[in-house]
């Protein structure tokens, strides 16, 4: 009779025992499973772009052009205010989502974002900000270009006046950052002298980096006596209108990836003052809780 129980007392623990084994090996499929998230599918083979005339939409379409993986995929193209829409709504859902996307941008300050890596170099290696003036600039106005040849800050100088923007509108952004960076200020400024007046044309595009770069040279223009108009227009209008001399200047140009082609197109008709905003860079963007890092992570659309 103690043989008997000491059997079935044998026998009941194996039966636990199996049962606990076949309940950790089902967890850890199950979190095997989830590891294992087609985020390809799952965004519909779909990059979230911008507006059509944007310098980072012409080297997105290359980059799906270019490489092998992103056979199928699709660039949908619709505008800043969109793109930035549809990433805000996935982010508070928590789920995929691939965006054109560039440094300096407030959405890096927002959120928790990365940008995959490029290891094609088809959405550009890291540029610059250009300062670009028409041909007789120095001649006709040679303090405004001096003052234009002195300027440049940092990318946190350029992202603080972006994310303070998203409260109030660039122009107050740009006058605080103007207000509170006076040293730097200073530095441009040197030796040049007060006008009453004097007119000033700086061509902009209307997207938000650019924006505070032309708010700011604004807001340093005016407070030395310039009447200053900023002209927001694409990159195509703005190099033709430098370079047929009915805008003063810009400091938005991105190079040499992004607005190359028409650079290289004008040139000679225009007067290329250098970089005024180092660490500009284009790329593919996801949230941080999607478990890829480079393009090459992608799928292709069979």
């Not at 619709?78 to 996307?101: C, H, K, R």
């Not at 300062?131 to 440049?152: H, Q, V």
């Not at 040197?190 to 595009?205: F, L, P, T, W, Y």
């Amino acid at each position: 009779m103690n043989a008997l129980k000491s059997l079935l007392a044998v026998g009941i623990f194996s039966i636990i025992l199996l049962a606990a084994c076949n309940d950790g090996s089902t967890e850890g499929d199950s979190a095997e499973g989830e590891g294992d998230t087609n985020y390809s599918e799952e965004v519909d083979y779909t990059i979230t772009g911008i507006e059509p005339g944007a310098g980072v939409t012409e080297t997105a379409n290359n980059t799906l052009d270019t490489y092998d993986n992103l056979d199928g995929w699709e660039l949908e193209e619709s505008s800043t205010v969109g793109m930035l829409a549809q990433l805000a709504d996935a982010i508070s859902n928590e789920e995929p989502i691939i965006v054109t996307g560039w440094i300096p941008h407030h959405k890096f300050l927002q959120y928790d974002l990365k940008m995959l890596d490029d290891p094609e170099g088809t959405m550009g290696e890291s540029e610059s900000a250009h300062t670009i003036t028409r041909i007789d600039l120095e001649e006709d106005m040679p303090d405004a270009y001096e003052l234009l040849d002195k300027f440049n800050w940092e990318l946190e100088d350029v992202e603080q006046v972006m994310y303070e923007a998203e409260d109030s509108d660039v122009e107050t952004a740009a006058a605080n950052w103007v207000e509170e960076n006076q040293d730097k200020v200073a530095e441009w400024t040197e030796n040049i002298e007060e006008v009453d007046g004097e007119k000033i044309e700086i061509a902009s595009m209307p997207w938000e980096a650019e924006q505070a770069s032309a708010a700011v040279i604004e807001q340093v223009f005016s407070d030395y006596g310039y009447d200053v108009t900023v002209t927001e227009v694409d990159p195509a209008i703005l190099f033709e209108s430098i370079a047929g001399n009915s805008v003063d200047a810009t400091v938005a140009p991105a190079l040499p990836i992004t607005q190359g082609h028409l650079y290289d197109r004008y040139e000679g008709e225009f007067v290329d003052l250098g970089p005024n905003l180092d660490g500009l860079q284009n790329g593919f963007v996801v949230p941080e809780y999607m478990d890829i890092d480079s393009i090459e992570d992608l799928e292709p659309n069979e």
